[in-house]
């Protein structure tokens, strides 16, 4: 909705940027304050909604040439402004309304902003007057097409990336809209308004051939791990050992949703997955989780040559948000990455490296998977297990598209593989186990192969799939 206010009912180009970063910045505050805010999501669109308004009535051009607007048009800004500001009282005052009356409100804005827009004074000849109409009616006919088509995982659906196709031909043809509206477009001609609304059939055409052909379905599993739920994917010395001692490296890669984090009293983590032991303060192995709600990171056990000063590394970066999938990546080298012998760990976050470097001077320290191994620690998801099965530290969401590597993946290739452009290769011997957990198991099994078909994964307690689009 707020993006739709912001892409296409904006009056030029340089209003449609600042739009977006007012709305950038409202979001980025209120997030900061979600703590503090109990109030729907929907309520902060109204806010949002005020600033479009606001920011067009303040910093629009007023007069008689064109590409101004008539000093009369601001009336109809300021009265949508009027209605949104009466909306904000009621919910100041702890009048919170409902989803529909907000929705309702917003797209009465929506209609001001239109015909605010319309407004505008152009000085066209009746030719460019012409040109400036056909693509302003294929613009809307490919708006109407974005809007009104069905998306989902069925014989006859677009899937839902496909929309993007529409949005882009859409933006285009509104830039060129813009163009010609705002003056700026010296001579509107035959050759360049046709060259718009070939390369817009070229995209319908693209659109239309991306509907599916036969049903599609995938599938979202979720886990509660906070009421047993988790997954088991046995021992391995693969999970594990990634080579010789001081010669070992490994890549962890998941997407993964939180929808509510460890419920027990005094449990400050929620693993995410893990193979990690700490007894008497062994630390071996490897893990990701979440810490304290509010930072994500990986863990990994360290050890020197001599096989003392036994210590964990722990990257880490801020972050906090429920029920939204985020692609994390927890690399690590006993050589070093990049070039550089002392840089052992990075994190990565949507496909960008964040938070800490581990960078360590003492070259002689190297991955711990001993005492992992000897107590043959079991791989598992949404909870860890101490070394009597007992389970710790869970939580509630979900996880897909795992991947586990025997080497380091370069920032190029973990970049590709959050944009989905990478092909996994189950004979790739790099590759130790992948599991999409995009597809249900047949009848009533609780087991999933991984692609290698070396490993198997197995659901245990309180799960469930639920059709997803994708």
């Known amino acids: 909705m707020i ?34 805010d109990t109030n729907p999501a929907y309520v902060s669109q109204v806010q949002v909604t005020k600033n479009a308004l606001n920011y067009l009535s303040e910093n629009s051009t007023y007069g008689d040439v064109a590409g101004t607007y008539p000093a009369s048009s601001k009336i109809i800004v300021d009265k949508a402004i009027a209605e949104i500001d009466e909306l904000l009282a ?10 529909g009356t907000v929705k309702a409100a917003i797209e009465r804005a929506h209609v001001a902003i239109d015909q605010f827009k319309d407004s505008r004074r152009i000085n066209l000849n009746p030719a460019a007057t012409a040109l400036l109409e056909k693509v302003e009616l294929k613009s809307k006919s490919i708006k109407d097409m974005r809007d009104n088509t069905t ?19 859409v933006e285009k043809l509104d830039q060129l809209i813009e163009r010609i509206k705002g003056g700026t477009m010296l001579t509107v001609g ?15 055409t693209k659109f239309k051939a991306s509907v599916r052909i036969v049903d599609n379905i995938s599938y979202e599993l979720l886990v509660n791990g906070n009421s047993g739920g988790y997954i088991d994917f046995g021992y391995s010395d693969d999970y594990i050992k990634f080579g010789a001692q001081g010669n070992q490296a490994f890549t962890i890669e998941l997407w993964v949703k939180i929808k509510d984090y460890c419920n027990l009293a005094g449990e400050d983590n929620s693993t995410f997955l893990s193979t990690y032991t700490t007894e008497n303060s062994f630390f071996s192995g490897w893990r990701v989780q979440s810490r304290n709600k509010n930072i994500v990171r990986g863990s990994v056990g360290i050890v020197d040559v001599n096989n003392q000063n036994r210590m964990l590394w722990e990257p880490a970066f801020s972050y906090s948000n429920k029920d939204e999938w985020m692609h994390f990546v927890f ?23 964040t938070g800490d470097i581990i960078r360590i001077g003492e070259k002689e320290r190297q991955y711990n998977a001993a005492s992992a191994i000897s107590k043959k620690m079991k791989m598992t998801a949404f909870t860890r297990l101490d070394a009597n099965g007992n389970r710790l530290e869970y939580f509630n969401g979900s996880i897909k598209y795992m991947r586990i590597w ?8 973990i970049k590709l593989s959050y944009n989905r452009q990478n092909t996994i290769d189950p004979q790739d011997p790099d590759l130790v186990g992948a599991w999409d957990f995009r597809t249900k198991p047949a009848g009533q099994s609780d087991e999933i192969k991984d692609i290698t078909g070396k490993h198997t994964a197995k659901l245990i307690g309180n799960y469930s ?4 689009v994708e």
Do not use: H
């Open 151 to 169: 998306y989902g995982n069925y014989e006859g659906n677009y899937p839902p990336l496909s929309k993007e196709i529409l949005q882009k031909a």
């Open 190 to 204: 035959n050759e360049e308004i046709n060259a718009a609304l070939n390369d817009a059939e070229i995209e319908i």
């Open 406 to 413: 025997k080497i380091a993946k370069t920032p190029g290739e």
């Open 331 to 353: 690399i690590y080298s006993d050589k070093g990455l990049d070039g550089d012998a002392d840089n052992r760990s990075k994190i990565y976050k949507n496909g960008n490296q």
């Open 3 to 36: 993006m739709k206010l912001i892409n296409n009912r904006a009056g030029t180009i340089g209003v449609k940027r600042l739009f977006l970063w007012l709305c950038i910045l409202f979001v980025f505050a209120a997030c900061k304050d979600e703590n503090k």
């Open 465 to 468: 799939w639920v059709e997803s």
């Open 90 to 99: 009621k919910i100041k005052n702890g009048s919170i309304p409902d989803e």
